[in-house]
């Protein structure tokens, strides 16, 4: 008896079953490849947020440098092109009501300053999905409280 007659004809079945599995195997392979990209590219976005508004909340000199806190995000995320950061700050009365960073706002409590930094990037996928866009814009937003 030959080798060939112990198999049969199932040789071509495996190929059939290979060629079903493939694609789909590839399909799931590609859009892991994906999802994972666009959690990384969340992190250094919100990443350049933290590292923005943790320059701003050191004291009240770089809580009022704007530009300074938007420069820091920017680095922080700079392997990110068209990465915007948009900072402010503002200040509350430590009782919970509204102040406008006048020094008599808060007659009854003390003021306290808050920094905030909002980034935004533009996330591309490497393929196009159906019924998916191929760009996802994805905003990240830090505050802290200055001198904390």
Known sequence: MRPRDLLGDEGGAAMVEFAVFL?????????????????NFSIVVANAARAGVQYGAQNLITAGDSAGMQ???LADGGNISGLTAVATHYCQCSD????????????????VLWVK????????????????????????????????
């Open 23 to 39: 694609p789909m195997f590839v399909f799931l392979l590609v859009g892991l490849i994906e999802i994972g990209r666009f959690a």
């Open 71 to 73: 420069k820091t995000a």
């Open 96 to 111: 919970g009501s509204a102040s406008t960073c006048a020094a008599a706002d808060c007659s009854l409590s003390h003021r």
């Open 117 to 148: 930094v909002t980034t935004t990037g533009t996330f591309s996928s490497l393929l196009s999905y159906p019924g998916l866009p191929g760009t996802f814009n994805v905003q990240q937003t830090a505050i802290r409280r200055v001198g904390d």
